[in-house]
C-alpha cells in the first residue's frame, strides 16, 4: 500500500473526475459503500464456488471486528467482516437491502462508484499497479434485462476512455459468455472442483490471445488437457474445450456441436457485437473470456488499450449478473434481478495514460473540472493577523467565484516570495489589513 501526494495523487482525482462526469452525463447517481463488508456477503452461496478473489480465497484481508452491546466492560459479539475486495458485492448488497425497504422501487437503477479495493497480493507478485489496495471506478445498471443495457455498459466504457484521451480505436473490449462454458460443462459432465480448474485455465488463456504473456500458452493448453484427461471427459468435448482454448475464433468450434443452448448464446453475442460495432467500438468475441468471479451469468467483457506502439491488457471488465441481488433481498422471495456493470482499474487507468502522455501536467494541475488543490493560480499574500486574513478572503473571493483557485499564504511573513516559487503560483497580490465587517 502507498501514499500519495501532490501531482500523483492529483492525476488519480483528474482520471476519476473525468470518468465521473461522463457517467454522470449518461444519467448515473454515484453510490458511496463502506470498506469493510460482512464475510457472509462473499460465502460460496453469494459468489460462487470458485476461490474469491481471482481463484485464490487467501486474497482477500479478513477481520473479526469485536461489537460491545453496551460497553467495553460487556463480552463482544464478534463479526467476521473483510476488507473490499471489489465493488460490486457491495452496491448489490445495498440495493438488495433498498429494495426490501420499498419493494415498488423503480428499475433499473444506474449507479456509479469510486472506492478504494483491498487484495492481499503475494508480495513478490507486487508492481506499480499491482497493489494490496488500488481503486475502483464502477458502474452497475441493476434491473435492466439483457441487451440494451450490456451496449450502454461496452459502450460507456470506450466514452470513457475516449474523454481520457485514448482514440475511439485504441480501445478494444473482448467479449464472451459465461453461460456457454457452463453448458459446456455440464454436456462434458466435468465436477465442480475441474470446472473451475478448466475455467481459471480459459481465463489465463484469453489473456494470452489477447497479447498478455503469450508464452504461457502451451503450459497452459498442457494443464488444461491434463485437467480434462484427470476428469474422464469424452473426445468430442475435450475436442472442443482445446479448440476453444487454442483458437483465435472460437465461435466456429461452438458453432459446430449445434447445440441449441450454445446457439441461442452465440447469436445474443453476435447481436451484441453487432450493435456494438454500430457504435464505432471495436470488439472481438472471444469465448475464453469467462471472468474469475463467479456471479456472473451471461455476458462477460475485458477492457484493453491497444495501439500501435502500446498495449494494456484489462484495464477493467465486467459482465452481467443476473442473480446476485436476490441473495440480498432479506426474507428472500426475489430470484432474479438482471444487471450488468463493470470496472476500471484506476492505478491501471493512469498507468497507461501516463505512457500515452495523456496526463501532461497542465492538464493535471490545471483541469478544467474541478481539481482546485493547492494548483492555485494566485497567492494572496497575507500577513499573520486576522484581519489581514479577512482582507485576503475578500480579494481572492471573486477569483475563486469564476472558479480560478486562490491560495491564501499561512506562513512566516519573509518567506511569501519563495512559497509563490516553490509552489509555482504564477501571481502573487498582497492583501491590505481592512476592518471586518459589522
Ligand atoms: N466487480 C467486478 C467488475 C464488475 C462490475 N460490475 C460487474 N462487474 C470486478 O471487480 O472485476
Not at 457472509?40 to 459468489?47: C, D, I, K, Q
Not at 456509479?112 to 487484495?119: A, E, I, K, L
Not at 490471445?209 to 497452459?220: F, N, Q, V, Y
Not at 501516463?354 to 482546485?372: E, K, Q, W
Amino acid at each position: 500500500m502507498v501514499d500519495l501526494f501532490g501531482r500523483e495523487l492529483r492525476k488519480r482525482q483528474l482520471v476519476v473526475a473525468v470518468l465521473a462526469k461522463v457517467v454522470r452525463l449518461h444519467g448515473y447517481e454515484q453510490v458511496e459503500v463502506p470498506l469493510v463488508e460482512r464475510a457472509t456477503s462473499f460465502s460460496e452461496e453469494v459468489v460462487g464456488r470458485s476461490p474469491w478473489p481471482e481463484w485464490d480465497s487467501r486474497g482477500c484481508f479478513h477481520l473479526r471486528a469485536p461489537d460491545y452491546p453496551s460497553s467495553y466492560e460487556d463480552a463482544p459479539d464478534h463479526t467476521d467482516v473483510l476488507l473490499v475486495p471489489e465493488g460490486t458485492i457491495s452496491v448489490t448488497r445495498w440495493i438488495g437491502c433498498r429494495l426490501a425497504e420499498s419493494p415498488d422501487m423503480i428499475f433499473p437503477v444506474k449507479l456509479f462508484y469510486d472506492m478504494p479495493c483491498f487484495r492481499n497480493e503475494v508480495v513478490a507478485e507486487l508492481t506499480g499497479t499491482k497493489r494490496r489496495q488500488f481503486t475502483q471506478f464502477g458502474l452497475e445498471i441493476l434491473g435492466a434485462e439483457p441487451g440494451n443495457s450490456d451496449v450502454e455498459a461496452v459502450y460507456l466504457i470506450t466514452r470513457c476512455l475516449e474523454e481520457l484521451g485514448v482514440a475511439a480505436g485504441g480501445t478494444r473490449v473482448r467479449v464472451g459468455d459465461v453461460g456457454v462454458f457452463n453448458r459446456l460443462v455440464e454436456l462434458s459432465g466435468l465436477g465442480p472442483d475441474a470446472a473451475i480448474q478448466v475455467k481459471e485455465v480459459l481465463d489465463a488463456m484469453a489473456e494470452c490471445k489477447a497479447g498478455k504473456a503469450p508464452e504461457r500458452a502451451s503450459g497452459l493448453l498442457g494443464r488444461l488437457a491434463g485437467v480434462l484427461d484427470a476428469g474422464g471427459v469424452s473426445r468430442l468435448p475435450h475436442d472442443v474445450w482445446m479448440g476453444l482454448a487454442h483458437a483465435g475464433d472460437s465461435v466456429s468450434f461452438l458453432r459446430a456441436l449445434h447445440d441449441s443452448v450454445i446457439d441461442e448464446r452465440l447469436d445474443d453475442l453476435a447481436r451484441l457485437v453487432h450493435v456494438l460495432e454500430a457504435l464505432g467500438v471495436r470488439v472481438e468475441t472471444d469465448l475464453c473470456v469467462v471472468r474469475s468471479h463467479e456471479y456472473y451469468t451471461g455476458i462477460v467483457f475485458e477492457i484493453d488499450v491497444v495501439t500501435e506502439e502500446y498495449s494494456h491488457v484489462e484495464v477493467g471488465g465486467g459482465g452481467r449478473y443476473d442473480k446476485l441481488v436476490g441473495h440480498f433481498v432479506p426474507d428472500g422471495g426475489v430470484d432474479r434481478i438482471p444487471a450488468t456493470g463493470f470496472a476500471f482499474g484506476v492505478e491501471r487507468l493512469v498507468e497507461l495514460l501516463d505512457h500515452l502522455d495523456l496526463l501532461p501536467a497542465h492538464r493535471v494541475l490545471r483541469s478544467s473540472i474541478g481539481l482546485s488543490e493547492s494548483s492555485a493560480e494566485k497567492l494572496v499574500a497575507s500577513g499573520p493577523g486576522a484581519q489581514e486574513y479577512l482582507s485576503a478572503v475578500r480579494i481572492a473571493a471573486a477569483d475563486r467565484a469564476a472558479g480560478h483557485p486562490v491560495d491564501i499564504y499561512l506562513g512566516v511573513p519573509d518567506q511569501v516570495e519563495r512559497y509563490a516559487e516553490s509552489r509555482k503560483i504564477p501571481q502573487t497580490v498582497s492583501c491590505e489589513p481592512q476592518r471586518a465587517d459589522r
